[in-house]
């Protein structure tokens, strides 16, 4: 396994947590009371890079409510890429 396999999983691993947690925020935000809260401050702190990413790459042209879907499909593209080159 050489250092551009070891990378290219990482990065795999990096994308899909982000997947999960954006998931998970996006199930879980309806059940919030406190949103001060650290249970919810986790998630927060874990995906808001990502929607950040997502909003400069849409250049604002989404809703806030759409981000999550939006960063889910940036995610997806990422994914998919990293597999096909670890297939080579």
């Known amino acids: 396994m050489g250092a551009l396999d070891f990378l290219l999983r ?3 691993f990096l994308v899909d947590t982000a997947t999960w947690l954006i998931l998970a925020r996006a199930l879980v ?3 919030i ?3 001060k809260g650290a249970f919810w401050q986790v998630f ?3 995906t808001e ?4 990413v997502s909003r400069l790459l849409s ?3 989404v809703p806030e409510r759409w981000i999550w879907l939006v960063s889910l499909a940036w995610l ?3 994914r998919i890429v990293v597999k096909l080159q670890l297939r080579l």
């Not at 890079?49 to 950040?52: I, Q, S, T």
Request: hydrophobic share 55%.
């Open 29 to 31: 935000q309806p059940l």
């Open 44 to 46: 927060l702190i874990a």
């Open 49 to 52: 890079p990502v929607f950040r």
């Open 33 to 35: 009371r406190n949103p």
């Open 59 to 61: 250049a604002g042209r």
């Open 10 to 12: 990482a990065v795999l």
């Open 76 to 78: 997806t593209v990422v």
